[in-house]
């Protein structure tokens, strides 16, 4: 096989590796109650961000690509994993006073549009988010 061979076969590889067709999509404004999705967001200037008073009607999180924002706190994803259903995310999180640190997070995945955050140690707890159409 040529150099340039080789060298195709390296890249198609790794784009397999590293991209999953299946992979679940998380983009998009998260709440716990669909039906607040305009008293938990709100959309300025293009930019979507959760209204003063989201934690009253249940809360959420918007994310997008690599970062994830809730009321309080900012995270960023440093590592992903999907495996049966449950989608595993490495974060560092940090609020406008304190970082965080390292944290894991864990999504069980009930369709396109339905995720619940689940503690492995802990079954019996977990928190279901829908994801708001806008």
């Known amino acids: 096989m040529s150099s340039l061979g080789k060298g195709m076969l390296f890249v198609a590889v790794g784009t397999m590796i ?29 930019k979507m961000s959760m209204t003063r008073n989201s934690d009253v009607y249940g809360g ?12 309080a706190r900012t995270c960023k994803i440093m590592n992903r994993k999907e495996d049966g259903g449950v989608l595993t995310l490495i974060v560092n999180c940090s609020t406008e006073i304190a970082v965080l640190g390292r944290q894991q997070l864990s999504l069980k995945i009930d369709g396109d549009d339905r995720v619940t955050r689940i ?5 019996e707890m977990g928190t279901s988010y829908y994801r708001c159409k806008f």
């Open 18 to 46: 590293g991209f999953s067709a299946n992979a679940f999509d998380l983009d998009g404004a998260w709440t716990a109650d669909s039906s607040n999705c305009a008293k938990v967001f709100v959309t300025k200037n293009n």
């Open 60 to 71: 959420g999180f918007i994310a997008r690509g690599d970062d994830i924002r809730g009321q």
């Open 119 to 123: 503690f492995p140690a802990y079954p």
